[in-house]
């Protein structure tokens, strides 16, 4: 081996250098014989000093390899297999190159760790795969520039079809704004906005498919960040609500109909009741009743309205129960998948985007159980059941949970919140997992509306045999006549804002009310609104109960 040495330099012997060097030295005379091994190459083969020097190369490397072995003065790079002393196979990366005096120089790196990645990395790609595609809602994921990148089964069939398409072409995807009719243009997408880091939950867009059809979906997005919250790309989210939507329209259609044949009519006492048909006073000539001609109407089309009409209501909450039911099996399996993602993303070399992405899913999945908990709660109450699990709780500590669940949000917004209560309020026997939501909401709504340096107040007073709960935020204040409508389904305080569906305050409504309570909103000074809503001490009754059974016991 010749080492070329300035002897004018000062510093350690070269020798000295590559024994100490981590990665494996290898220098073989013309014949392949070892003339010199380092000891991180003895470590490799597992061989002592003087065991390694007899071999050749060639016992060292499988004999299909033998062919790629460097042509004189011509270096390489590559992946070869060691054959270690115990006879497992090494994988390694090597430099080689064969000098002009025949002798052969090469720097072995042990690469098994890296394999090992590599594999985890490709299990948990797989893995990530099969659940992604089974998703019974539809993902899309853009990378870092914003072109669609991946979708799922599930939204292909949505969607009856795909394109792969950058931000600017986001428009392919016709889609319109459910509560204001507007065509959504290319850049007003969740995809697009999540982009700028805009987050974006349960949006209603009536859609034009690939394929013609037309449907409305539930569409969320969010985006994808790194460990230093650069952003790296977005998910979106989306499930297809076209049959409850249809069966709204139809209940709708329903009670048009039902109005449409009523009338209001004065009668002979110069009162106005609601008729089928119209009914006609006579009148004296001093204006005094005589009598009335009233035609007696076939009123099968009006009893066969009213039938129609029942059944619809019962067929809008069959819907609804049934699509409430059937989603929790799937919202499960999301979760759970999510979870698998976040335990099979640790250690991995694309952890990270694996950790984000499923941490995405579980959050949502969360979310739209609770909402699916709600909706079949309402549906539930409005046949006569109940799916309240009432228990006793301080009314302090209930206060203290809901402010601490969104302190975190608070923060990040940059607004301050308080939370008062009087003292001694006692214990309230609620749901305290639904009351938890009815605050969630109620607090969501506030912090999203208030500006940065606003203030958000949730306070609790005693009121005779109920305690009075209330939530109010700073900013400009909602005009008076929106105080009421704010509780209707789908309702937002402006059409262009579209920060959620509008089902929040309405679900608020039927859960506070299916706990015997009352809610309502108010003008408040120095702030934009103030919700309150009341709930009872006692345990409310099931109005749907005989009237022996809501009767109090004697004792």
């Known amino acids: 081996m010749h080492i070329a040495v300035r002897s004018s330099l000062p510093g350690p012997d070269p020798r000295l250098l590559l024994d100490a060097a981590p990665d494996g030295v290898f220098v073989a005379d013309a014949h392949g014989r070892y003339i010199y091994v380092n000891p991180a190459g003895c470590r490799m083969t597992g061989c002592e000093p003087g065991e390694v020097l007899d071999p050749t190369t060639f016992d060292f490397i499988p004999g299909s390899d033998a062919i790629r072995l460097p042509v004189a003065g011509r270096p390489s790079v590559g992946e070869w297999v060691l054959r270690h002393k115990d006879g497992h196979q090494v994988p390694v990366e090597i430099s080689t190159n064969a000098l002009p005096d025949g002798e052969w120089l090469l720097f072995v790196r042990d690469v098994s760790e890296r394999k090992r990645l590599e594999q985890q990395a490709q299990e948990s790609e797989r893995a990530l795969s099969s659940i992604f595609d089974l998703l019974p809602v539809g993902v899309w994921i853009a990378d870092r520039a914003g072109t669609l990148v991946r979708s799922n089964e599930a939204g292909r069939t949505i969607w009856g079809g795909v394109r792969y398409v950058g931000p600017e072409d986001y428009g392919v995807y016709k889609g319109w704004w459910v509560n204001s009719g507007q065509l959504i243009a290319a850049g007003e997408w969740g995809m697009a906005r999540a982009l700028k880091g805009e987050?974006?939950?349960?949006?209603?867009?009536?859609?034009?498919?690939?394929?013609?059809?037309?449907?409305?979906?539930?569409?969320?997005a969010a985006p994808l960040v790194d460990a230093r919250g650069g952003i790296v790309g977005a998910v979106c989210v989306i499930e297809d609500i076209t049959a409850l939507s249809n069966w709204q329209q139809r209940l709708q259609q329903s009670e048009t109909l039902v109005r449409s044949k009523l009338d209001i009519t004065p009668c002979l006492d110069d009162a106005l009741k609601t008729v089928?048909?119209?009914?006609?006073?006579?009148?004296?000539?001093?204006?005094?009743?005589?009598?009335?001609?009233?035609?007696?109407?076939?009123?099968?089309?009006?009893?066969?309205?009213?039938?129609?009409?029942?059944?619809?209501?019962?067929?809008?909450?069959?819907?609804?129960a049934v699509v409430a039911h059937d989603l929790r099996s799937p919202l499960a399996s999301i979760s759970m998948g999510g979870a698998v993602l976040q335990r099979k993303a640790t250690g991995c070399m694309t952890g990270q985007a694996c950790n984000v992405a499923s941490g995405f899913i579980m959050d949502a999945s969360r979310r739209m159980a609770g909402l699916v908990d709600d909706l079949l709660a309402v549906s539930i109450g409005r046949s006569g059941g109940t799916m309240l699990k009432l228990a006793p709780v301080q009314v302090a500590e209930l206060i203290s949970m809901a402010a601490q669940q969104a302190a975190a949000l608070a923060d990040k917004a940059g607004l301050q919140l308080d939370w008062q209560h009087d003292d001694d309020l006692g214990t309230i026997q609620v749901?305290?997992?639904?009351?938890?939501?009815?605050?969630?909401?109620?607090?969501?709504?506030?912090?999203?509306?208030?500006?940065?340096?606003?203030?958000?107040?949730?306070?609790?007073?005693?009121?005779?045999?109920?305690?009075?709960?209330?939530?109010?935020?700073?900013?400009?204040?909602?005009?008076?006549?929106?105080?009421e409508r704010m509780f209707q389904p789908f309702w937002q305080a402006a059409r262009e804002d579209r920060r959620g569906a509008g089902l929040g305050l309405s679900i608020c409504r039927a859960t506070v009310e299916a706990h015997g309570g009352t809610v309502r909103a108010e003008a408040a000074p120095g702030m934009r609104l103030k919700i309150l809503f009341v709930l009872p001490r006692s345990r409310p009754q099931d109005p749907m109960a005989p009237a022996a059974q809501r009767q109090p016991a004697d004792h």
């Open 199 to 220: 987050t974006s939950v349960g949006e209603l867009v009536r859609i034009q498919c690939f394929d013609g059809q037309l449907k409305t979906i539930l569409h969320s």
């Open 431 to 483: 749901d305290i997992d639904r009351i938890l939501r009815v605050f969630g909401n109620l607090l969501d709504n506030a912090l999203k509306f208030t500006e940065p340096g606003g203030r958000v107040v949730l306070r609790a007073e005693a009121v005779p045999e109920a305690v009075l709960f209330s939530v109010a935020n700073s900013g400009p204040p909602v005009p008076a006549e929106d105080l």
């Open 276 to 320: 089928p048909e119209p009914v006609a006073p006579n009148r004296g000539n001093d204006g005094q009743g005589s009598g009335a001609v009233a035609v007696d109407p076939d009123v099968s089309e009006r009893i066969l309205t009213q039938e129609q009409l029942r059944m619809a209501v019962q067929d809008r909450e069959h819907i609804l």
